[in-house]
């Protein structure tokens, strides 16, 4: 319990840390398992990762945690700006177990800035010259997008979860992922009337019709859902798409897209976040823009056509053969530059570091609970407050006197708000302090 002890950190407001703190004080009492994961933001950013596109079930909160579901278990992690720690929380009973499981998942035995460093770096040789502008586009990435990792999933979550990827953005993936868990997912944790459920197993999902996910929201890809279940079971289920990370690239590809509704590109991004690929390179709509930027060996036809089997091989072929082994990791970052989401943090508007910004962010969190608190007061009757004036009143004393009338209430509405955050203050300090007691 003593690691929360290191959960206040300087560049945020105290408003801020307290209002995280709370908030993850209620989560923690009801978790057996609390630790830290040892990792600077440039080797591990989550407000990069996260959100980039590789998984669909992680939720940023307004303290600026992460809450998601890994495997069985629902797991709750918080960073704070430049500080070399992640903390989690977890229904996992084993503290050292979830540990090594996020270990796994985040690929954190890989050295994340040699990597960008080896893949941003400007060759002057002639041998190069063919990477030198993907090269600097990487380093303008890499830069404002320190500390995005490749995830290491479970293979049976990603592999229907890419099923619903095609034709789809990562929105409404999310939206997707979320109904069908929820509707037939194991219930593993509830924060704040919010439910957690694990990804449904795959006799679970052999239980579902293609009517019920048509009702879900899947629309043409209920019956490739339908369908994949059985080819999956035949295979021999789980066990079956765990054994491909053992298997050559060729083959993973091959096996993967004998499965009905699974082409290239799903089988590709299954292989690569799941099953231990990492020179993969999915090409879609974004990867095709980046290659017809970068690669002078496209031709003026191929840019302005459809992505063939050839013109898929030749990009991969050309990642591998810049970025190497982790050319797929590489890919991921450059994929994450294209996204709508980064479009102000890639301009250079934003930061996903910049101190100002979490200060202002918390600000904002101060107000909108203390109007919330002002809300609670007032729909208690704690406070009165005086109906505005509608009609008009021809007498000049009226006018006079409802003025008065206005400027009073709004100098009860501002000392209520005052003492409201006061209060609020007290008591958030009063909970802090006891639990920090309690930790030592």
Not at 170 to 186: E, F, P
Not at 420 to 432: G, V, Y
Request: glycine content about 4%.
């Amino acid at each position: 319990r003593s690691i929360w002890n290191c959960r206040l950190v300087p560049h945020k407001s105290l408003w801020q840390q307290r209002r995280g703190f709370k908030r993850m004080e209620k989560v923690r009492k009801s978790l057996p398992s609390l630790g830290v994961l040892e990792v600077s933001p440039n080797e591990l950013l989550l407000d990069a990762t996260l959100p980039c596109g590789q998984s669909f079930r992680w939720k940023k909160q307004p303290d600026n945690s992460w809450f998601g579901v890994l495997g069985r278990h629902f797991v709750a992690l918080e960073q704070h700006g430049n500080e070399n720690k992640i903390y989690f929380a977890s229904t996992n009973p084993s503290p050292q177990d979830m540990h090594e499981k996020l270990h796994d998942y985040f690929q954190l035995k890989v050295v994340l800035q040699d990597c960008y460093r080896q893949w941003s770096q400007v060759h002057s040789d002639d041998a190069n010259k063919k990477f030198e502008s993907i090269n600097a586009a990487f380093g303008e990435a890499a830069e404002r997008l320190p500390g995005i990792r490749l995830l290491r999933q479970d293979p049976h979550e990603c592999f229907f979860s890419f099923i619903c990827s095609q034709n789809n953005n990562i929105k409404r993936i999310s939206q997707m992922i979320d109904k069908l868990t929820l509707a037939h997912g194991d219930h593993v944790f509830t924060v704040e009337d919010e439910k957690y459920h694990a990804f449904p197993t795959l006799e679970q999902m052999a239980k579902l019709s293609e009517d019920e996910l048509r009702d879900l929201g899947f629309g043409y890809r209920a019956k490739y859902i339908v369908k994949a279940v059985e080819q999956v079971q035949e295979r021999g289920g789980e066990k079956w798409l765990h054994s491909l990370r053992t298997e050559p690239r060729a083959q993973v590809q091959e096996k993967l897209t004998e499965i009905m509704g699974v082409g290239r590109k799903v089988a590709d991004c299954v292989a690569l976040f799941s099953l231990d690929q990492l020179d993969l390179v999915p090409v879609d709509t974004h990867v095709w823009q980046i290659a017809q930027r970068y690669m002078k060996s496209l031709s003026k036809a191929a840019k302005s056509t459809n992505v063939t089997p050839i013109i898929y091989n030749e990009i991969g072929d050309f990642f591998r053969s810049r970025f190497g082994p982790l050319a797929g990791w590489a890919h991921t970052v450059l994929f994450a530059a294209e996204l709508h989401d980064f479009k102000k943090v890639m301009s250079g508007e934003e930061s996903l570091t910049d101190a100002k910004k979490l200060a202002h962010d918390a600000a904002k969190i101060e107000e909108k609970f203390v109007d919330a608190k002002l809300a609670e007061a007032v729909k208690s009757e704690k406070i009165e407050k005086k109906p505005a004036k509608t009609k008009k009143v021809a007498s000049k004393k009226r006018k006079r006197q409802d003025s008065d009338d206005e400027f009073d209430a709004d100098a009860d509405e501002s000392e209520s708000k005052s003492k409201i955050k006061k209060e609020a203050d007290a008591e958030l300090s009063d909970e802090s302090g006891a639990f920090m007691s309690a930790a030592d």
